[in-house]
């Protein structure tokens, strides 16, 4: 069984930076793919960043410039630097690990960005 377990989340004002980690405890084995998703109030949940054992990046376009993944294939960790935080990027943020056979779910975390 692997657990995500999520941290750095919190309240921060628009054009401050936060960084959040996530860890994949339980398997031995990195996962094949790792990212980051967020969900705003009545909005559907929407990919913010992906990252394969490669290192290659994926982002939304709304975030691109301002957010950037990385991970630790030795760790089992996916880490989201946010610089240049908006309002709009207010939700709960929620870190996926992806395995051959199966896709793990964090609980997520709120991030809050005031203006």
């Known amino acids: 069984q692997v657990q995500l377990v999520e941290s750095g989340g919190g309240l921060v004002q628009a054009g401050g930076s936060l960084r959040l980690s996530c860890a994949a405890s339980?398997?031995?084995?990195?996962?094949?793919?790792m990212g980051w998703y967020r969900q705003a109030p009545g909005k559907q949940r929407e990919l913010v960043s992906t990252i394969t054992t490669r290192g290659s990046t994926n982002y939304a376009d709304s975030v691109k410039g301002r957010f950037t993944i990385s991970r630790d294939n030795g760790e089992n960790t996916v880490y989201l630097q946010m610089n240049s935080l908006k309002p709009e990027d207010t939700a709960v943020y929620y870190c996926?690990?992806?395995?051959?056979?199966?896709?793990?779910w964090g609980q997520g975390t709120q991030v809050t960005v005031s203006s």
């Open positions: 996926k690990a992806n395995y051959q056979f199966t896709t793990y």
């Open positions: 339980g398997s031995i084995f990195s996962a094949n793919l």
